[in-house]
């Protein structure tokens, strides 16, 4: 047979397209019957009686379908179960059971072996079963079924899965005073007006120094808050335009320090420190001993302020504790961090000032976001891209790829173009997204002054500890 081809013009070419897309659009028409609509959500229980009440007012299956925005088949096949009174069938495909399609008796004979052998795992049990002649010349099941089957009809078999978990190693000890400052919240602090009150406190561990303490009203008439990252960053400028600027600034796991729980991107407060030029460390989780220092200073706090008698207000309290505070730094006879019963900046003159100058005011001079870009690009972010192909880093959603939804992505960010690639787990690029929330003005907190409200200001030379 012999097959002849015409050529055709472009006029011809164009009436065959068409006529080509002319028929398709009746055939997607009588398919959904007349109406082109988006995929729906399935009809609720309400949606089907109220197809049940239109129905039988006597409106037709088009009608009921416009009403209803879903196509007319779907209110035809509701409409004939529920005129015969019959159960909905489950949606999807039904369940077979794990290896349903495996002989019954391979099944028994794998079970059997893991009865009797409780402590060999799926890959002893499948080359078990291949030296037994009866199964030797048909397929077997992959180690993942077999170790789903013995789940589910041997649990008393399986053997639980222990996983190593890894100690995580303790923060190393500073050495200098404003190598390392300490901070922590002390939560519900009473006060006479029935309130409650946190108490943020910075403490120098080398040099046994209470930096600065800040009274916040966080509880009021049962509705009780956390601290937010704006007020933890202004209990740190107060105390860095005492002392300077430290080298790190150790927290707890807080999610305003941290972010999320468990979470491997680095949080808004984190990135501000780098941007200053501090590190940002956090003690281990459930370790409070790590940051013994802060924690003990609470206990000094609440003895001398709020454990006798509640404080007034929230201003009273800031007061004592800003008066004590320097009592405590400059008469207290303190016995740690080698003070042997003598007042802190006796013993440690040098930690009056930690020689690395701060303003508040010039903070948009001080900061740098290139320190930022650094930091951010020496790390890599792996993921999963949820349904509607977003994922998450930080605070964030970033639309990726709906193409490639539940598959893992590695997530790097590129400094020049200050933007984050997206890339599968082989390397093929998906998107390059611009970074969200981590700019200089999003670090900071307010967006850079038009003029500075003070006049310039030349940071004194030499600059020690930069």
Known sequence: MVIKSYPLDSSAWTHFAQRHLCWKLVAIRLRWGGVLMATRTALSMAEQQYLLSRKHAGASLRTIAAELQ???????????????????????????????????????????????????????????????????????????????????????????RKRTVYPQPAPQRPTAPHQRWQMDAKEQVALQTGEAATVLSLRDPVAALMLHSRAI??????????????????????????????????????????????????????????????????????????????????????????????????????????????????????????????????????AAYSGRPYRRTLEWCLFHLEWVDAYLAARVWTRQVNASGHVSLGDHLYLVSRAHAHQRVSVCFEPATRTLKFATLAGECLAHLPLVGASQADLIGYPQPTRLREAPWQLPLPLRGV
């Open 70 to 160: 879903c196509a007319r088949a779907t209110v035809r096949k509701h409409w004939r179960r529920l005129s015969k009174g019959a159960v909905p069938p489950p949606r999807g495909r039904p369940a077979r059971g794990v290896l349903s399609t495996f002989p019954p008796a391979l099944i028994a004979c794998a079970v059997e072996l893991k009865r009797a052998h409780p402590h060999w795992g799926p890959a002893a049990i499948r080359l078990e079963l291949a030296a037994q002649p009866t199964w030797a010349a048909q397929p077997l099941p992959s180690l993942t079924r077999l170790s789903a089957l013995f789940r589910q009809r041997c649990p008393e078999a399986v053997q639980p």
């Open 217 to 350: 009203l966080t509880q009021r008439a049962q509705q009780r808050r956390r601290l937010t990252r704006a007020e933890v960053q202004e209990t740190l400028r107060d105390a860095f335009e005492r002392y300077g600027l430290p080298l790190e600034v150790q927290s707890d796991h807080e999610a305003v320090y941290t972010g999320a729980p468990q979470a491997d991107y680095p949080s808004p407060f984190t990135l501000w420190l780098v941007g200053l030029g501090m590190q940002h460390l956090t003690s281990r989780e459930h370790r409070p001993t790590d940051q013994a220092q802060i924690e003990r200073s609470h206990r000094t706090h609440g003895g001398l302020l709020w454990l006798d008698a509640p404080p007034e207000s929230v201003a009273s309290l800031q007061q004592q504790l800003t008066l004590w505070d320097q009592r405590y730094n400059q008469f207290w006879p303190v016995h740690a961090a080698h003070c042997q019963g003598r007042p802190p900046l006796t013993v440690h003159p040098s």
